[in-house]
């Protein structure tokens, strides 16, 4: 089955700083790459997701890079502000045609400095 | 929108007791729903898809008569936990989709402990 690193398991920058956290998966048919944004105590939330098809997505501070030859993706956070502070998750599973479920990796507790 | 509500947030029940958790689709209809277990400072884990009108699909090394899921109506699955132990405690999240496909947008989980 598929398997998700992430690293690093935690990532502490200055307030105004990038963040980037980095991702590999195993299984060459996975096709579907979310983000979550975790809260202490809360389910996930998505924040960006990104498909096979494209190589980046961009949405105002938040971006993802997919290289599917060297399997692996990142996510990248821009102007960090306090408020960024939360566990970040990626995933990846076989979209296709409908839903499948997500193999997550294990994590990043992201912390901003103020 | 496609908000997912869980009920309820936190159980506290003793060993033996049968915990039944429900995961709404609040504003869109969703054919497939998933059951996630995260326990503390770990990932989540698939724990079993929800099929409407039709049996769940358990992943492997869960238990699917310790984990019963019913997925009767298009914004409705339940997880129930059976004779619930101290070793079943976690945070367990539901997911779904909308128009069945991804993105897969979560409940804020339930945290279920068992004394």
């Known amino acids: 089955g598929e398997n998700v690193e992430q690293h690093p398991s935690t990532l502490s920058v200055q307030e105004g700083d990038s963040a980037v956290i980095k991702c590999t998966y195993s299984d060459s048919a996975s096709n579907y790459f979310p983000w979550y944004k975790q809260e202490l105590g809360k389910g996930p939330q998505l924040i960006i997701d990104i498909r096979s098809n494209v190589g980046e997505k961009k949405d105002q501070r938040i971006a993802v890079t997919l290289n599917k030859t060297a399997k692996h993706f990142s996510l990248h956070i821009t102007e960090t502000q306090p408020e960024d502070s939360a566990v970040y998750f990626c995933?990846?599973?076989?979209?296709?045609?409908?839903?499948?479920?997500?193999?997550f990796g294990k994590g990043t507790h992201l912390i901003i400095q103020p | 929108g496609a908000v997912v509500s869980q009920h309820p947030s936190w159980v506290i029940c003793k060993s033996g007791t049968s915990v039944k958790i429900e995961c709404r689709s609040l504003d869109f209809q969703a054919t497939t729903m998933f059951w996630y277990r995260q326990f503390p400072k770990q990932s989540l884990m698939l724990m079993a898809t929800?099929?409407?009108?039709?049996?769940?699909?358990?992943e492997q090394g869960v238990e699917k008569d310790k984990f019963l899921i019913n997925h009767a109506s298009l914004t409705l699955s339940t997880l129930t936990v059976t004779s619930a132990h101290p070793e079943d405690s976690s945070f367990y999240i539901c997911?779904?989709?909308?128009?069945?496909?991804?993105?897969?947008?979560f409940g804020d989980g339930t945290r279920l402990s068992i004394l």
């Open positions: 995933a990846a599973s076989k979209a296709g045609g409908g839903a499948d479920g997500l193999t």
């Open positions: 997911s779904a989709c909308p128009s069945g496909g991804q993105p897969q947008h």
């Open positions: 929800s099929n409407e009108g039709s049996k769940a699909t358990y």
